[in-house]
């Protein structure tokens, strides 16, 4: 093999073993900072040794014990700047091996386990929600400074900050780097499911012609799901987040037209979407209603989208269904948001005035003041019931608070079609 | 990357002879695909019965010929596989390297990666797409 290729393969195995060894490292040294050293001098001395060595049959081990050594090598350096030398060496058998058994001890637990606690970590609500995805990004997916920086539309250098500041933060509050227990762990575990699905919507929200790294952010917070799914196979909330992304997912391939503008759910070619993805979400939501989470916010989300999912044209949608889902969203998770979709969801099962009563409700809400889709809908809701010149006010409403030129073009034909 | 990796057949996997000889095998393979799964690269895969449960259907202009199994060529036949999502080639020869020998004696496996839909470009006209689309809808029954 040449020796880029070999350097290749090594660094793919790393890759693979990289998070796990972060995690084993991070609890034994209590330091991200440092876990994160110990795990790359790890992959160097790897590509020392591996291209004359072969790779070895369980390489997750060999680079955990090399980064271990390192990590007592280190212990003892700092021993020895410490105290004097002459009682170093005196005590540095006994000790180094006293170290030695507490560091093997640590690295007895259950693998997976470790990186759960290191997902947890990165994911603690000390730490705020950008700072978060970007740590675990970095930790977990492995992204570089630079790539995250890239993904999140950010300046290099602020990233980097972010990251060295919720590292110190992680330090300065002694996290455990353990899966939370009982009474804290629905808390915690939100805040890991927030960050994956801020991350998966950072991808989402990327237009056609972006830094390709942008959308791949959707791919990563899948795999974090996945990942998660596979380590808390009993999580039903965990399901029901794979599932929503699973299925959203699904649409990437149709959301954008040749010219790179969004297409509407109702306007996109089905036969893109992909099937695969969609499958696996709904077995993935079927998985979350099994344990019992068919109420979570996650999982009814998407239940939703597995309503559209379902429905091979957008006119076999079964709204009256999605109408009834959003009926239980917004008592799990009350948003005035989620009241406008509902009210869409109600005008397309039981028609426009449906949607008005609820909308009309809803305009009170301060939140929606200057939210261009709410006057949009109630447009919509005049236009089909044949108050003209009632949804002509609401276009032009709508298309004045839009800052997105294409939407508002779009608004304003709306308008326009009113006068007909 | 999607990537499709087919466990290649051998004589002992062509007899469809499942017994105690395999059973530590199995195991491995078991943890094996656990791993897959926690490390969020696993989407699906099946083991296959032998080629003698299988058919063929030959195709030479407008005739079809149906051939039954078993077939000869072995080491060309596939007796499993898995599909992955993962980054590159790289790591998915990375996993399949540390995969347990999934037969008895010498064995292959082959990693193929997925096209996507922008691979087809042009040649996917949307009324092509359409009717893959329905097809595969009718495939998983909905």
């Known amino acids: ?420 | 990357m999607r990537v499709m990796v087919f466990v290649k057949a051998t004589e002992d996997s062509e007899t469809g002879v499942i017994g105690a000889q395999h059973a530590e095998m199995f195991e491995a393979m078991g943890k094996y695909n656990e791993e897959l799964v926690k490390a969020g690269i696993m989407l699906g895969g099946d083991g296959l019965r032998p080629s003698k449960d299988g058919k063929r259907v030959a195709f030479d202009g407008p005739t079809r010929t149906v051939i039954d199994g078993p077939f000869a060529e072995t080491r060309e036949l596939v007796a499993g596989y898995w599909l992955w999502e993962v980054k590159d080639m790289d790591e998915a020869v990375a996993w399949v390297k540390r995969c347990p020998n999934p037969m008895l004696g010498p064995s292959e496996i082959e990693i193929r990666p997925l096209y996507e839909v922008e691979d087809f470009g042009e040649a996917l006209t949307p009324e092509a797409e359409e009717i893959h689309g329905r097809v595969r809808d009718q495939l998983e029954g909905r």
């Open chain 1, 1 to 420: 093999m040449a020796a880029a290729e070999t350097h290749r393969a090594i660094e793919a195995v790393f890759r693979i073993e990289r998070a796990r060894l972060i995690a084993g490292l991070a609890r034994m040294v209590r330091d991200v900072d440092r876990a994160e050293e110990l795990a790359q001098d790890a992959l160097i001395i790897a590509l020392a040794e591996w291209p004359k060595t072969g790779v070895p049959n369980n390489p997750g081990a060999w680079l955990m014990a090399a980064a271990k050594r390192r990590a007592i090598d280190g212990i003892r350096r700092d021993r020895m700047r410490e105290r004097k030398h002459e009682e170093i060496a005196r005590d540095l058998d006994d000790e180094r091996d006293a170290s030695v058994e507490t560091l093997e001890a640590t690295m007895d637990d259950d693998i997976g386990d470790e990186l759960l606690g290191l997902i947890f970590t990165a994911c603690h609500p000390v730490i705020s929600a950008e700072a978060r995805a970007a740590l675990t990004l970095r930790l977990i997916g492995g992204l570089t400074t630079d790539e995250i920086a890239r993904a999140f539309l950010s300046a290099e250098p602020t990233i980097a900050q972010r990251i060295v500041r919720a590292k110190k933060t992680i330090g300065n509050a002694a996290l455990a780097f353990e899966v939370p227990r009982e009474r804290e762990r629905a808390g915690r575990l939100a805040s890991v499911l927030e960050v994956i699905y801020l991350i998966f919507n950072e991808g989402y929200a990327a237009t056609a012609g972006e830094d390709l790294i942008r959308p791949s952010l959707c791919a990563e917070a899948q795999r974090l799901g996945r990942i998660l799914a596979g380590l808390m196979p009993d999580e039903s909330e965990v399901f029901g987040l794979l599932a929503l992304m699973e299925i959203q997912a699904s649409r990437l391939p149709a959301r954008t037209g040749p010219d790179g503008a969004l297409v509407s759910l109702t306007e996109q070619n089905r036969a893109r979407w992909d099937q695969l993805l969609i499958r696996r979400g709904l077995t993935a939501l079927a998985r979350a209603e099994a344990l019992g989470g068919a109420n979570g916010p996650y999982a009814l989300q998407a239940a939703l989208a597995a309503c559209h999912a379902r429905a091979r044209k957008a006119d076999e949608t079964d709204w009256a269904r999605i109408a009834a889902l959003y009926d239980r969203l917004r008592e799990v998770m009350p948003s005035p948001v989620v009241d406008l979709n509902r009210a869409v969801a109600y005008s397309m099962a039981f028609g426009p005035e449906a949607g008005l009563k609820l909308v009309d409700e809803l305009a009170e809400a301060t939140a929606l003041r200057n939210y261009a889709p709410l006057p949009a809908a109630k447009g919509d809701f005049l236009f089909r019931a044949g108050r003209l010149p009632e949804a002509r006010t609401q276009f032009e409403a709508a298309a004045g608070l839009t800052r997105n030129a294409r939407e508002r073009a779009f608004l304003l034909a709306r308008a326009a079609a009113c006068s007909r």
